[in-house]
């Protein structure tokens, strides 16, 4: 068994140690999902996003997630503060950039969100992370092909951008940061059935980075203990409806013998 | 058999084959159910509210579906800009008048959406449909009894007024659109336990319409997939809650043999 | 057996029978769940928070649920708004101060509402009751140990500056008005692994003061008909998703057997 899978198993135990307070900016459509998907797997979620508050919140919490799903200016404006006031605290970022490159609204926001702080971790599908390559002003000739080489090279550039870590999710996950390259086989295709589960991916990024520096790592480990819950969850399920619940509930249960039974390596 | 039933089976392998994108602008409530509704019987959510990319988002989607459930003065003004776009793009409008008649606020939005664009499916209770009627400012004594020859004599004058079909829930669902009437008798009383099922409905009336030009026989469709889901759900269900995952389940897994077993016609 | 389940038997098929209007201005996080349990329970709920319908919505309301979890703004304005209004028609005010010492703008926010109108219940956990005391700006020297007794004391502190009930949730409840207290033992520990059943409490708490006027038997029906339906639903649960499934199923079907069979008191 290789050294990963105790990555996995240690920082789990340590995100149910420490139940990191995890400041999530977030969108309408999965606050509830999100916050539940923080509480099953150990973590204590805080949704707000004032203006007037966002600085008091990320002072208090562990990591500063941030999520475009529904975005408006006014949350905007408030992202752009936490995200100041994280790097300032020196509290990681992750980001995730959901529906980039669907609206001009969309993709300036990135830019300012890109440009108020350096993202730890940035989480999206391949397309987001080519979106926000490009929303970042700061290249050009952006490979638009679909192919893994492709966004794992728009990956490394924008891992390069930001100086974090950056995760492509897809039927294989890659873990980029320029020099180590992490890739998780878990998951199920049902998974992509619910609404908001890559939003529940970016959120578990964020719990594991509030308890592992490296923030790769964290992102690895966050990255397989969500695919090994989404696997012991479809075993019991007869569609997304079932599948919700039994994720949650995988979430909450999955000990060092799941992941042991589930990890998948190349 | 009736032909009625193929439009069903036919509209619904069309849904799950096009899996056409639904641009929903909607209310907090529901927006977490409706995206997995779509998700579920096919289709592909996108729920998106900033007066910034309205626009951009119904220029990419195949539908607009407008929900004032939970309704501010700045999702008004994007849900007047966004129904003024999807008509200058001839795509498909529908419209859920949550709680018309509730407020003075209410009403007057709903003014102000029915000057905007013309609704291709209006879909609420009778009361909701009456209260929109009135809210028009273009009819004048509507006929406020209970009896079900009231509520389709309103709904064929708000028909009327707006050249598109209305549908109007109830234990019987019915679809006008001044010359044919469908009815639905699929459906259980368990669907009004559980929050935003109204909702779903209308969500659903908007993927057929996607992909279903002749609107009123998209709407039946929907209505017909909606209440057989709500059967087979409520087979399996002890309670709101389970009947939720049980449903959504249903939506996702319901086919040609389910519609046949349970599709109902006086 | 003792009266006071007698109470719980009553008031819950008080609020079976009469279906009250819950108006709720609560958080994103929540709406859904929050709006499921009313339905669940058998209240009808209403969500509706801008500055222009608050006041329709409450006239034709039972109850006002206020809820800070996801403030903004207009959020407070419109809950001021609505507080005054309620207070005017005499309908009972339940205020959840949800996150309260987390930030200064929820503490100014709560002193806004405070100062808007009395909450006839108060319900949070000892920390959110302290820090509300503490936002009031009437108190000082509030005792911030951990004790069971300091809870009481400031509870009771609380309910002599609101003249209202104050709820402090915990591992047992207590309900507070300075003369009477009741206490709560049912419930059960996966009930804090679920976002947002704090939230629900209070909505229930809503819908019993809309059937009851004795505001503090109001509040201890409901925290007793919550903690029992935690408990049945625990039983058949894996995990916090199949929890919040059985715990809705359970809202609506408890009955006056189980609140016989499940009902503790010391």
Redesign the interface.
């Known amino acids: 068994m290789s050294k990963k899978i105790d990555f996995v198993i240690e920082d789990l135990s340590l995100v149910r140690k420490h139940s990191p307070l995890v400041h999530n900016i977030t969108?309408?459509?999965?606050?509830?999902?999100t916050?539940?998907a923080l509480?099953?797997v150990g973590a204590s979620?805080?949704?707000?996003?004032?203006?007037?508050?966002v600085e008091?919140?990320i002072t208090?919490s562990g990591v500063l997630v941030i999520n475009i799903?529904?975005?408006?200016?006014?949350w905007v404006l408030a992202m752009e503060k936490a995200m100041k006031k994280a790097e300032i605290l020196k509290k990681p970022i992750v980001l995730d950039p959901v529906?980039a490159g669907?609206?001009?609204?969309?993709n300036d926001s990135l830019k300012r969100l890109l440009d108020s702080a350096s993202p730890s971790i940035i989480r999206g599908n391949a397309s987001e992370i080519l979106a926000t390559l490009s929303s970042s002003g700061k290249t050009k000739g952006v490979d638009a092909t679909d192919s893994v080489e492709s966004a794992i090279e728009t990956g490394n550039k924008l891992s390069e951008l930001t100086q974090g870590t950056v995760v492509i999710s897809g039927a294989t996950d890659y873990i980029l940061n320029g020099s180590t390259t992490y890739k998780v086989l878990n998951g199920h295709p049902m998974m992509t059935?619910?609404?908001?589960l890559g939003c529940t991916a970016t959120a578990l990024n964020g719990a594991f980075a509030a308890i592992q520096k490296d923030y790769s790592r964290a992102a690895f480990s966050a990255m397989v203990v969500m695919g090994i819950a989404g696997e012991m969850a479809q075993k019991k399920?007869?569609?997304?409806?079932?599948f919700?619940?039994?994720?949650?509930?995988?979430?909450?249960?999955v000990n060092e013998n799941d992941i042991k039974s589930y990890y998948k390596e190349e």
Chains 1, 2, 3 share one sequence.
């Open positions: 969108n309408y459509v999965v606050m509830n999902n916050a539940n509480l099953a979620p805080i949704m707000a996003h004032a203006l007037e508050e008091d919140m208090i799903g529904t975005l408006s200016e006014p529906g669907a609206s001009k609204f969309r059935k619910v609404t908001g399920s007869a569609g997304p409806g079932s919700q619940m039994h994720f949650l509930d995988a979430l909450y249960s």
